[in-house]
């Protein structure tokens, strides 16, 4: 196929591999390069012949990518990444900092908007497919409550987050929604319910040698924006054990949007997912949001993006006559 889109992915983790496998499933695109900031001769690509580059030289490659995927995580490595490449680059990246999503959408906007590129910024599942369901939920039934619930299931981000934390070795995060809550969410009663009585945050956590067991606890379940408002647990456990027990990445969760019409109808609209890899899922969703960055950037439409602002369609490979006969 000509004229494929090139990709280009920083990061080569658990999220950059499934970029990398999802861009394999796209005909109409092509991986150019792989950015690291480890020694590039260790990392293996998946894809032959793709070759891998220190991200300090990434801006010799400002002619051969059309698209950088950005695969790094969101507490320490896209607040820093997203706005500098952002300046160089068309981009896409799943920050998942809810509640630093405004400042990040600025910073990254006045970059892109600098170099003239389009950045698609916090699209995955939640934030990004999550949220089109909250707002459809919301503009559909105006009178009404929203409820997220996310889990049983692994969350990349929050394990990252610990993952950073001093005297940590390696860790995993695990987000179990509180089923008490899903059946009231869906019931139609409306319940009022706190961040604590919708899910509970399970740590399992690989101490670094001589750190304080805890001390790690406590920066763990203070942490801002992550556990400070969760019920959370920690429990220390070996390496061996971690990488026996709790090496899968499930993960998934609803949107159930409760609410009335007319003089009080009940109605429900409910979003779900169940999925067997969420670093795999998460990056095909990004694949899928590069697509729409190029076709946005080669019409003018720049600065930063989020999933609010990205036509359903310009997703598709299909065009727009063949979405109507077959999909609409």
Known sequence: MNDKIRIGIVGHG????????S??????MKLVGIFTRRNPVDIKPLTAGVSVHALADVANFRKDIDVMILCGGSKSDLPEQGPALAALFNTVDSFDTHAKIPEYFDAVDKAARSGGYTAMIAMGWDPGLFSINRLYGEAVLPKGDT?????YGVSQGHSDAIRRVPGVKNAVQYTVPLEKAMELARSGSRPKLTTREKHLRDCYVVLAEGAD???????????????VDYDTKVTFISEDELKSKHSAMPHGGFVIRSGVTGQGTAQTLEFRLALGSNPEFTASTLVAYARA??????????GAKTAFDVAPGLLSPKGAAELRKELL
């Open 14 to 21: 658990n999220l950059g591999r499934g970029v990398e496998a």
């Open 23 to 28: 861009i394999t499933q796209n005909p109409d």
């Open 147 to 151: 409820y997220s619930f996310w889990g």
């Open 213 to 227: 067991a805890a001390a790690v606890t406590q920066a763990i379940v203070t942490m801002p924006d992550y556990f």
């Open 293 to 302: 960055a190029i076709r946005m950037n080669r019409k003018g439409d720049t």
